[in-house]
């Protein structure tokens, strides 16, 4: 299978696909949840390892279900003047694509280690399915949310705020996606907002982007917990992106 590799011009979300499944005959994607709070070194590190055993076809596919302390990461693209408050949390060099972002206690942080060699090398339409997965998620709480040609994640409207300064509806951000492909392996993931404290964002410019705000499950009135929450990740993921096993 050839690596796809898109032109410049060409709209991202021309890559967005409903399905991502690998070839026939993969065994389910491991579904491993980790309890209480993960220190993101350590997530890093098991993540760096399950991804190497995934490319030398010792491992099967893995999603990472993790909640982390307070602290903030830094993209590959992270820019010094987006770290608003450099005292508040602590911060971490990421590997992941992208620019800062928020982790902590009611965030779910799902990475996602999957081998593109047994689905499709075009990395456009995994960020896509992604996004799809998160909006699958979403529509089962009751909320629409959306993509963006020009950002990269899954953001809903907010008709109940002033408008933007062009008129446009307002909007909020309530799920990153930033991620690392290495030898066709992808690691890293996406952060779902359920329940975290959304003051926390205000030390950094999100993703940077400063024209839009940052909301939560919770937030939009979804009184919903994680566990409840990782039932309909695991059920949508599998409809995007094919069966799970449980971790053993």
């Given at each position: 299978?050839?690596?796809?590799?898109?032109?410049?011009?060409?709209p991202?979300?021309?890559?967005?696909t409903s399905?991502?499944?690998?070839?026939?005959?993969?065994?389910?994607?491991?579904?491993?949840?980790?309890?209480?709070?993960?220190?993101?070194?350590?997530?890093?590190?098991?993540?760096?390892s399950?991804?190497?055993a995934i490319?030398d076809?010792?491992?099967?596919?893995?999603v990472?279900?993790?909640?982390?302390?307070?602290?903030?990461?830094?993209?590959t693209?992270a820019e010094a003047?987006d770290?608003?408050?450099t005292?508040r949390?602590?911060?971490?060099?990421?590997?992941?694509?992208?620019?800062?972002?928020y982790?902590g206690?009611?965030?779910r942080?799902?990475y996602?280690?999957?081998?593109l060699r047994?689905?499709r090398?075009?990395?456009r339409?995994?960020?896509a399915?992604?996004?799809?997965?998160?909006?699958?998620?979403?529509g089962?709480?009751q909320?629409r949310g959306?993509?963006r040609e020009?950002?990269?994640?899954?953001w809903?409207?907010r008709?109940?705020?002033?408008?933007?300064?062009?008129?446009?509806?307002?909007?909020?951000?309530v799920?990153a996606?930033g991620?690392?492909?290495?030898?066709?392996v992808?690691?890293?993931?996406?952060?779902?907002?359920?329940?975290?404290?959304l003051?926390?964002f205000?030390?950094i410019?999100p993703?940077?982007?400063?024209?839009?705000?940052?909301t939560?499950?919770?937030?939009?009135?979804?009184?919903?917990?994680?566990?409840?929450t990782?039932?309909?990740?695991r059920?949508?993921?599998?409809?995007v992106?094919?069966p799970t096993?449980d971790?053993?």
């Open positions: 299978m050839l690596a796809r590799t898109p032109s410049a011009s060409e991202r979300l021309a890559a967005a399905r991502f499944l690998a070839t026939p005959g993969s065994p389910p994607v491991e579904w491993r949840f980790l309890p209480g709070l993960t220190g993101y070194d350590e997530a890093v590190a098991l993540m760096e399950r991804a190497a490319a076809g010792s491992a099967r596919e893995t990472l279900l993790v909640e982390h302390p307070p602290l903030y990461t830094a993209g693209s003047g770290l608003v408050d005292a949390l602590p911060v971490f060099q990421s590997g992941r694509g992208g620019q800062y972002t982790h206690p009611g965030q942080v799902a996602v280690l999957l081998d047994r689905r090398q075009d990395v339409a995994f960020v399915a992604l996004e799809g997965w998160i909006i699958a998620t979403l089962e709480f909320i959306e993509r020009d950002r990269v994640g899954v809903v409207r008709p109940e705020r002033p408008p933007e300064p062009d008129g446009s509806t307002a909007e909020d951000k799920a996606i991620i690392r492909v290495r030898r066709w992808t690691f890293h993931g996406i952060s779902l907002n359920v329940d975290p404290d003051s926390h205000a030390g410019v993703c940077g982007i400063r024209e839009h705000g940052v939560s499950l919770v937030d939009l009135g979804i009184p919903v917990s994680l566990p409840e990782d039932m309909v990740l059920r949508c993921f599998e409809a992106f094919g096993v971790a053993t």
